[in-house]
């Protein structure tokens, strides 16, 4: 049997695999890094566990790097924190300012990740509450405890 409500199983699920990407994402950014660069605006990207953005400031002389997108190999050494900071690289005669936010991506997931985790166990205590099966749903009112669900196979007594 199908759940009630099929917009909260699919944001149950839907959260489930957002988290799962993001965990995979941030594994990845230990060896790899991604991003885009847009000409004059800035760029956003993920590298070293982090989500990172970064935009120029206008007061910026002309940026002349090449809009690029990609992924590559790096060696920069892993980060576990927030930061953020103004960077200043402009060479004799011209400046070059920009705002750079990093976000490490482990809190992401726990961001995705908690109200999910909070969403399964919610359903499978109203379901456990109710009489239900909590692996599909199915009313187990009326019948015998020590039976396994008609449904779905799952019994209650080894769990
Ligand atoms: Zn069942």
Redesign the pocket.
Known sequence: MMSRCPIRRIVKWGGAAISALLLAVWLWSAWWCTGVELHRVGEAGVISGRVYIQWFDPRSDTWSKPEWWGTARHSAPFRWWYEGRCINFGSVGSAIWLTRVDIPIWSLAVLTGVPTVWMFWRDRRNRHRAGM?I????NLMGLRTDRA?P????NRNTD
């Open positions: 099966c692996k599909c749903g199915y669900c449904e779905c196979g799952w």
